[in-house]
């Protein structure tokens, strides 16, 4: 336990052990203050009076230690049994001293006189025996609270009642530790589960919780055989824990009992593996035992003594379903079957911690060993004959191994020398030597699909990609802050890799960067680039190998095939969504890019329909069973994701393996579909409701309850009023259907008082109990006859004056249309607004749906509704136009409101009303997804930004998260599947294009560049031109190891950037010799055409001279326009719906458009080619026109910030620049105008005292 001094806060105070001592975080220094006679169980530092510690011991015994004098002023023998937990001093006084002990007896301290005697002042009630965390509340004065280490009950006391004030189960079981914010109300609360909670204890609020996951050291991680979902972990904590990848929520956690020598802990485990079919798993622990775990039932079934010593890695056989293996540090490596017979026991001279199997040749295995050597053996041989081969090399123990999925002679082992090797096994010799790391190496993996392509981990808390072919480290990951033990990919999720780390943490990476063409190539062409794995040494591209990519490659020829197409372009839509659905599937992780993909493919048949102009119907009709059908494929159908297992944000764009960030639920359903889903879901609850009665289920009447009120409020999401009226009756919620019952009908409301009154007439209610119900729903006779069969003669001779004084017809509700007792909302034509839209209770994705969607997104949301009304009464509102609200309460507390004036969301609405009804929901729809998919875009998800786009067809909405979010090949893949049926704008289409091509080309895969360059709406040619300059220049600059193409070429001396792979380019996109281009620009008079002329010949002083030529009396035009006639400049903004920002009117003006089209050109110049001055003014005009691009599609930032560094490289290196430095500021200012006019008038005052001395000018 640690504290930071509030006395020196360059000061740790720490107690280990039975010693209490200080760490100065400067010098490092450990200095023992003090030794008692019994280990310290607690400790707490006074905030008040910061020289006093309060120290607990095993001897029952408490002391006040003064830091000043530094000996111990104070100590009180508790009594027998009575065992200090926890010590708390009052934050606002210096007197008293706050005691927990174990036997749940909690007592008030005071501290009196200069000695700091300690004496008992008051005793509190006590509790059952355990071990309990106290905090004192910092905004409530006397006020403390207490959670359990055993239940975690937080209780809420005051220092003047023996009683605690409140008791609370807040359901994350036994507790670990409590402290509260400074100042407030709100407490951060950790469990031994390894959840964290922030919790308000002033409105009893869970504020933000984790999920729960391991509490140490994670050795292994192994994903499922079959499922690419699962993935399976084991941890120093003893427990084995099965994960969802896609959604990172924990699924299941398996328990290893405690060993008989250590009954107080759990058996350490490190390492886990799982059966051929995934039914099962095994571990293996410290105790020198394998467990074998039943997968489905959650449990561990047979324990295998195996080892007398710790055992560190246990494998099952890739091909025998009954053979498994594990290794020992008593020497030993055991094969046996699940039914516990030994087959074969390996015995090396010290101990061994690695094994692997060899992926097809079923009898050979590998294992590591104390001296550093690597043995292989065939277990078919008899006796000694076993060991067929001795691998030596590794100067420290080696610790793993890892046989090549792709190469079954390549060997891969990791050491405590800090390196890695690569061996070929058929010649006995070591292939590649790895160096990088600079600590044990401990985690070995193999990419399934790329040949050459490896990873370790280390103790350095690092991850690197490697090369094997140049032995050149590809990347670095640094976001581990622990020891890396495990790495782990599914061969059908080729570039998703999950990292295990003495951090307690899970990451999920994602690797395309490492092969950045790719993906771009495979959604361009249709086609996989494969490739032969033998070949491997030579690929000069990025070439896949795996068995998964072969399949889908046969899939994908076969379907192109049967369309008679040669590519994707040929294909309908669906085919076609269908395809790159596939594709994606292999470059992502599971999880949110599944579902965008099943969204996409309901996106497509609805828009289609709707071109087609069919009418949708109402709620269930065939297109919404068309959507729900493909919705079904989706690979994430829960609702909750992991937190844990995610990395710490995004790593920058540059990054070849980026953390995946932690995700939201990605349960989304499509518009049109969304209903049905919910109706499903609300009968599967119904379902376990209905089959746990007596004799068939062991569900509580508590649980039953809580599933019916679950179900009622996804009927009510749904649009079925009175199925949810009816549950909440089941469920004993009379008052809450009672005021949900007007929106059905007038009618059903007053059937229903009458039965709550049936109900309460035969539970023995008064009459003066069912007065009010009979009365309200105007049951004349029937009240009479209860008031006097209770002799009630006086009440029932007033009864005809009570109902003479009221109405006997209610009012309809304002905006809702009464049709049927179906219990179907209907829209109303006078009004059209939402009906149950449920807005605050989205867990399935669905906000509310009208009955006919649309396919096009609304101009502009509408207002937002009012604030949510009270859980138990009807809802207000000012405005004279809305209508009451209906409100109900879900078990979770979610408020669902009904306004009346809705929409319906099943149940075919006619005529002109409900049509215009069904467009207002749309629009409300819409808007709400659309802030749904900002929030994601800004939280760093443009995945699920994207989901919520395509719920509402909104095709260019996800287009432009993907490619905000820095996703350019999902952004594509969509605008090659949907674009057009979509929407989606030209402009935006030629950025994602643009943007996947510059990625592809930093990656230095120049032929899937130019096959993103050939997809632009415009200009094609001249960008393949300027691309072919740029792959030159690139081959006069190569950079080994920027990419695994880079690094092969720094070994083989060939690859993608070199010379004769730019002529292969060149001549694959027709273009002419270097020679005939100095001809042609130097006889053609366009600036621009001689430019990129010279450029192709290779003469980029030519260029220069020649673009400075034309870009001087350019900008000085744009200057004149700027400064002397401002209003042209359109300061004006408007709104752009591609880019879901305010963009201004700069590409209106000739000049600004024209330096765009120059930009390519500027991009393209080689600096070494030419002279200083003549550079930085290239530079300076790039610079330029990257800002007003940035600018003109709306990202104000970027340009700002273009601009910025403009000025300074102006003022930096005195170039000579046409536009003068208030010019500059009217055209930043042009541009922030609508974003930040602020921000606008100030520039616009700076140009104005800066205009009559420009720095600068030519």
Not at 251 to 256: M, N, P, S, W
Not at 578 to 596: C, D, K
Not at 628 to 634: G, I, S, T, V, Y
Not at 1198 to 1225: D, I, N, Y
């Amino acid at each position: 336990m640690a504290c930071r001094s509030t006395h020196d806060e360059s000061v740790l105070l720490a107690a280990a052990g039975s010693s209490v001592g200080s760490w100065a975080y400067k010098g490092g220094a450990w200095r023992v203050l003090h030794t008692f006679k019994a280990t310290i169980t607690c400790m707490q530092q006074s905030a008040t009076e910061t020289r006093v510690l309060a120290i607990g011991c095993a001897d029952c015994s408490l002391h006040l230690y003064d830091l000043l004098l530094h000996k111990v002023v104070c100590t009180v023998s508790l009594g027998e049994g009575v065992v200090p937990c926890d010590v708390q001093f009052d934050p606002l006084s210096k007197q008293y001293l706050l005691l927990l002990c174990r036997n749940g007896s909690m007592a008030l301290y005071g501290i009196s006189g200069e000695q700091h005697a300690l004496s008992q002042v008051f005793a509190l009630a006590k509790q059952p025996a355990a071990e309990r965390a106290a905090a004192f509340v910092p905004s409530q004065p006397g006020n403390f609270i207490s959670i359990s280490k055993k239940t975690g009950v937080l209780q809420l006391w005051n220092v003047s009642q023996q009683q605690p004030l409140k008791s609370l189960k807040i359901g994350k079981g036994p507790a670990q530790s409590v402290q509260f914010f400074p100042g407030s109300s709100k407490a951060l609360l950790t469990f031994q589960d390894g959840t964290v909670m922030a919790y308000d204890v002033a409105s009893q609020d869970q504020l933000w919780s984790t999920q729960p996951g391991h509490t140490e050291t994670i050795f292994d991680c192994c994903m499922h055989p079959v499922d690419p979902r699962l993935l399976a972990t084991c941890s120093y904590d003893g427990s084995v824990r099965v994960w969802d990848v896609g959604s990172g929520s924990c699924l299941k956690t398996l328990d290893v009992p405690n060993s008989a020598c250590r009954e107080s802990q759990p058996v350490a485990l490190y390492s886990v593996s799982w059966s051929l079919d995934g039914s099962q798993l095994a571990a293996s622990g410290a105790d020198g035992a394998v467990y074998l775990y039943d997968y489905a039932k959650g449990i561990a079934v047979k324990r295998w003594q195996l080892h007398t010593q710790t055992s560190l890695k246990v494998a099952w056989h890739p091909v025998d379903a009954g053979l498994l293996a594990s290794s020992s540090m008593d020497g030993s490596v055991v094969a046996f079957r699940t039914d516990g017979t030994k087959v074969k026991v390996l015995r090396h001279a010290g101990s061994t911690s690695g094994l692997a199997w060899h992926p097809t040749n079923a009898f050979q295995l590998a294992t590591t060993s104390e001296a550093g050597t690597v043995h292989v053996w065939d277990l078919k041989r008899a006796g000694n004959d076993c060991l067929v081969q001795t691998l030596t090399g590794h100067g420290k123990r080696s610790f793993s191994v890892a046989w090549s999925p792709l190469l079954p002679q390549l060997l891969l082992s990791g050491s405590d020398d800090a390196t890695a090797r690569v061996w070929d096994v058929q010649t006995g010799t070591c292939a590649a030597l790895l160096l990088g790391h600079v600590t044990e190496v401990r985690a070995l993996c193999w990419h399934p699909e790329v040949p050459w392509l490896v990873f370790t981990g280390s103790w350095d808390s690092t991850i690197r990609a490697w090369d094997i072919r140049s032995r050149a480290c590809l990347h670095v990951c640094n976001h581990h802050h622990g020891d890396v033990y495990g790495l782990s990919i599914h061969p059908a999720r080729p570039f998703a890799m999950v990292s295990a780390s003495r951090d307690t943490t899970l990451r999920l990476w994602d690797l395309k960067g490492l092969t950045a063409g790719l993906l771009p190539r495979c959604c361009m062409d249709g086609a996989l680039p494969r490739g032969q794995v033998e070949a491997y040494m030579t690929h000069h591209l990025h070439l896949m190998c795996g068995q998964t990519s072969e399949q889908v490659a046969e899939w994908a020829a076969k379907h192109l095939k049967a369309n008679g197409s040669s590519s994707l372009a040929g294909l309908s839509v669906p085919a076609r969504v269908e395809m790159l659905r596939r594709l994606s599937e292999l470059f992502s992780a599971p999880g949110p890019a599944s579902t965008m993909w099943q969204l996409a493919a309901a996106a497509a048949t609805h828009l289609a329909r709707a071109e087609a102009g069919s009418d949708a119907g109402s709620g269930l009709d065939d297109d919404a069973a068309a959507a729900a059908a493909l919705m079904q494929r989706a690979f994430s159908s829960s609702n909750s994701l992991l937190r844990s297992g995610s990395g710490a944000g995004v790593s920058s764009s540059s990054s070849l393996i980026r953390p995946l960030p932690a995700k939201d639920s990605c349960g989304f359903q499509h518009v049109a579909a969304a209903r049905l889903a919910l109706v499903s879901a609300a009968n599967q609850l119904e379902l376990s409701v209905r089959g746990s009665g007596p004799g068939k289920s062991a569900m509580g009447a508590a649980k039953q309850d809580e599933a019916l009120q679950e179900a009622a409020l996804l009927h009510l999401q749904a649009g079925q009023a009175e199925r949810c009226c009816e549950l909440l009756v089941e469920a004993g919620e009379w008052d809450r259907a009672l005021v949900l019952a007007p929106a059905v009908s007038q009618q059903y409301w007053a059937k229903l008082l009458r039965r709550r009154a049936d109900v309460g007439a035969k539970r023995g209610a008064g009459a003066r109990q069912l007065l009010p119900l009979l009365l309200a729903a105007g049951q004349a006779g029937a009240l009479a006859e209860l008031l006097l069969a209770q002799k009630q003669f006086e009440l029932a001779a007033s009864e005809p004056a009570l109902l003479g004084g009221r109405r006997n017809s209610l009012p309809p509700l304002r905006g809702v249309v009464i049709t049927s007792c179906s219990g179907t909302l209907q829209p109303c034509a006078s009004t059209g607004a939402l009906c149950a839209t449920a807005a605050g209770l989205d867990r399935s994705g669905s906000f509310g749906l009208p009955s006919s969607p649309g396919s096009a997104r609304p101009a502009s949301p509408s207002p937002p509704a009012a604030a949510a009304a009270a859980a138990e009464g009807l809802g207000g509102c000012s405005s004279s136009r809305c209508t009451d609200d209906v409100v109900l309460k879900s078990p979770s507390g979610c408020i669902a409101r009904m306004r009346g004036g809705g929409v319906g969301l099943g149940g075919g609405a006619a005529g002109s009303g409900a049509r215009a009804a069904d467009g207002a929901a749309m629009q409300q729809l819409a808007a709400v997804r659309d802030a749904q998919a900002v929030t994601y875009r800004r939280q760093g998800q443009p995945l699920l930004a994207a989901c919520a786009a395509l719920t509402v067809d909104d095709v260019a909405g996800a287009v432009s998260a993907l490619h905000l979010g820095h996703e350019p090949e999902q952004a594509a893949m969509l605008c090659l599947a949907l674009g057009e049926l979509g929407g989606v704008g030209a402009g935006l289409q030629d950025r994602v294009f643009a943007a996947l091509g510059s990625k592809c080309e930093a990656a230095g895969d120049w032929e899937a560049a130019a096959a993103a360059v050939k997809l632009l709406s415009r200009d094609v040619g001249h960008h393949l031109q300027l691309l072919v300059v740029r792959a030159e220049r690139a081959s006069r600059h190569s950079r080994p190891g920027r990419a695994a193409a880079a690094a092969a070429a720094a070994a083989e001396g060939q690859g993608a950037a070199a010379p004769d792979a730019c002529q292969v380019l060149r001549q694959r996109l027709g273009l002419l010799e270097s020679s005939q281009y100095a001809a042609l620009a130097a006889a053609t008079s366009d600036p621009l055409e001689s430019t990129r002329g010279w450029l192709l010949a290779g003469d980029h002083s030519r260029a220069a001279a020649k673009a400075s030529t034309y870009l001087v009396p350019l900008l000085e035009s744009l200057q004149q326009r700027t400064i002397l006639h401002p209003t042209d400049s359109s300061l004006s903004t408007s709104s752009s719906k591609e880019s879901h920002h305010q963009q201004p009117q700069l590409v209106q003006l000739p000049e600004v458009h024209q330096l765009l089209l120059w930009q390519g050109c500027l991009d393209s110049f080689d600096a070494p080619a030419l002279a200083g001055p003549c550079w930085q003014e290239m530079f300076a005009y790039n610079l330029l026109a990257g800002a007003l691009r940035a600018f003109v599609y709306g990202y104000v930032a970027v340009g700002s910030f273009l601009m910025t560094c403009l000025k300074r490289w102006l003022e930096q290196h005195q170039v000579k620049f046409p536009l003068c430095r208030g010019a500059l500021l009217v055209l930043e200012a042009s541009a922030v105008a609508g974003s930040s006019p602020e921000t606008a008038c100030s520039l616009l005052i700076a140009a104005a005292d800066s205009r009559e001395t420009p720095a600068n000018v030519m």
